[in-house]
C-alpha cells in the first residue's frame, strides 16, 4: 500500500511541491545507507537482547533438533544430506556455523550460532521495512518508527532471538513481498524477474514458504495495468524467475558429478513437492485449528507464544494477550482498509492489497491444514502488519499536527502517542525475559535425569513435546526405539533411547486408535522384555483433559485417549524422581492383573 507518487526501485521521493510539509528528498544512496545502518542497530540490539536471555529455545526446540543435522553437514557435506523441506538451510547454516568456529565465536554450540544467524536476519528484515516505509511516508521518523513496531511485534522479536529454522527465509519473503509491493503496480520484467529470484531462494530455506505467497504474487501480476497478454505472460515469467534458484542447484549437482542428467531431472521437480507433513498426522482440518489460528494470530502481536491449546485462552496472562492482540490486529486493519479504500484506484495500492491481503488469506487456509499457531507458520501470514504499523505510526506521529499549530506543542502531544504504540514491543520484551537463563537450566536438569536413569538400562517414555527430549538427544545421540532394532540392555550403548506416543499417529495418520495405541504398547512390551526400566515423562500424570489439550494440533482426541487408556489399563506409573525444571519422572511397570 503506497500513494500513488511512490517509486520504489530507487526510493525515490515525489518533486517537492507534491510532498506533505515537513518532508525532505531522500536519494537512493542515503536511504540506502540509512536502511543498512538500521539493520546493523537492530541486529545489535536483538543479539544483545539474545545474549542476555541466556534461552534460544523459548516455545520450541526445534533449531536444537536442527543443530544436529547441521552438526553431521559440517562433518560431512554431500548430496545425500538433501533435505527437499530445506535445500538451502542445512548446507548454507553448516557453512555459517564453520565461519563463526573459525572466529571463535560459541565454539562447539551449533545451537547458539544458528540463533546468532537470526539475530542477523532479524536486522536485515528490519532495514528492509524502513526502505520500503521511507519510499512510501517520505518521512524518516515513520519508517523508523514503523521499523521497531514491526521487529518488536510478536513472532518477529521472538524467532529473532531463537534459532527456530524459519528465519532467514522468512526474511527473504518479506523483502520480496515488499519489492511486490512496490513494483506490481506496474511491473517491469525486469522487477518481476528479481522478485522471482528472491522469493525463489525464500523456498528453498523453508519449502512452506512457497504456498502462501506464491498465489498472491500470481494474482498481483493478473491485476496490473496493461494488456491482457502481459497479464498472463507476467505470472508465467514469475514462475520461470522463481525456478531459477532450483535450477541452478540442479545444475550444480550435475556439474558436480554427483548424479547424470536422469538423477538431476527429478531432483529439480522434487525441490518443488518436498511434501513435508502432508499425509502425516501433522495434517488435517479441525475445528479446533480454527480456534488455534486466532490465538497464533494474536500472539504474533503480543505474547509470543506457541499456544499448545485452546484451553490456553482461558488462563492469564495468555487470555489478555489474546485480547490486546486481537485489538490491535482490528486497529491495523481498519487503518490499512481505510487507506487502500481511499487509494483504490491506485495500481500500486491494488497490487500491495492483492500481495500482502492474498498471502494473509492463502497462507490461513494453509495453516489451518498443518499448525495454524505455530509461530514459523505464521510470521510470513502476517507481514500485511508492516503497513498497518506504517500507518499506525505515521498517525502518532502527525495526528497532533492537526491538533496545535504550534510545532514543539506538537511534538510534546505526540510523545504519548509514540509511547502507547510502543506497548506491544515493551510488553514482548518483559514476556520473552520471563524464560532468561533457561539454556544453563535445562542443560544442569538433563544432566541429573541422566545420572538417575542409567541411559544404558533405560527407555524413556515421552508424550512427543518434551524440551527434555531433544537436550538428551543433543548431549548423549541416541535413537527413536524400533522394536525390531532396539538390543537387549546388556548389549546396549550409553546414548539417549526413547520412545513417544505422538510418532506413531504422526506417521500413520490413517491408523486407528486401537492401531495407535497397539503401537505404543509393544515399543514399552519389547523394553521391558529386554531388561530396560522405562522411565516416563511428567506428562503421564497430568489430567485427561490437560493430556489431550496438550496433543491438541496433532491427530484426533480419540488416538491419544485410546493410548492413554491403554497404558492406565496395563502399567501402573511409580513416581521415582521428581526435578525442579523437569517435573515428576515415573518408572512404568506391568500390572499383575491388566
Known sequence: MMPPDYIAAGVQIAPPASRPAGTAAVSARAAGWEAAGVALLAASLVIGFQLYLQNVHIVTTNGLWKSIDVRRWIADPSWKRLDFAN?????????????????GIFPGQIWRQLALMNGLFGGIGAGAVYLFTLG????????????????????????????????????????????????????????????????????????RLLFPSLPAMGLALLLARGRWVDRLLRPSWFLAAMAIPPFAIAVLFRLMRAGGIKAAVPLFVHMFWAGKGVGTGWGGFTTTKVALAWGGIAESVTGAQNIGSWGAWRVAPTAREFQAGTLILLLLAALAITYAWRHRRDSRV??????????????????????????????????????????????????????????????????????????????????????????????????????????????????????AITWQYVMLGGEYVEVATLPPADAAGGDLKYMDVTSPAIQNPHWTPQQVAASVQARIDAALQRGYQVAASPSFRVSTREWLDGLATVSNPAVFLAVRNMIEQRYQLTPAFNDPTLGEYSILTRRDNP
Open 87 to 103: 535445500i538451502l538451510y542445512f548446507p548454507v547454516q553448516a557453512m555459517s556455523c564453520s565461519l563463526l568456529e573459525r572466529l
Open 136 to 207: 512510501w511516508m517520505r518521512s524518516r521518523a515513520v519508517a523508523l518508527l514503523t521499523a521497531v513496531l514491526y521487529v518488536g511485534s510478536g513472532f518477529y522479536l521472538l524467532l529473532s532471538v531463537i534459532n527456530e529454522d524459519i528465519m532467514p527465509g522468512a526474511v527473504l519473503i518479506l523483502i520480496a513481498s515488499l519489492l511486490a509491493c512496490a513494483w506490481f503496480g506496474r511491473p517491469t520484467y525486469r522487477q518481476i524477474a528479481i522478485v522471482g529470484v528472491v522469493f525463489g531462494i525464500a523456498w528453498l530455506w523453508e519449502w
Open 350 to 467: 491494488i497490487a500491495a492489497v492483492a500481495v500482502l491481503g492474498g498471502t494473509l488469506l492463502a497462507g490461513t487456509v494453509f495453516n489451518l491444514y498443518s499448525q495454524p499457531q505455530d509461530p514459523q507458520m505464521v510470521i510470513n501470514v502476517m507481514i500485511w502488519t508492516v503497513a498497518g504499523w506504517a500507518l499506525l505510526a505515521r498517525a502518532a506521529l502527525r495526528i497532533p499536527q492537526h491538533w496545535v499549530r504550534n510545532p514543539v506543542a506538537a511534538a510534546l502531544l505526540s510523545v504519548p502517542l509514540v509511547l502507547a504504540s510502543l506497548w506491544p514491543l515493551g510488553y514482548n520484551l518483559h514476556a520473552l525475559a520471563k524464560y532468561r537463563g533457561l539454556d544453563p537450566v535445562f542443560e544442569s536438569a538433563v544432566r541429573r535425569l541422566d545420572h538417575r536413569f542409567d541411559p544404558v538400562r533405560t527407555v524413556f517414555l515421552y508424550q512427543g513435546f518434551e524440551g
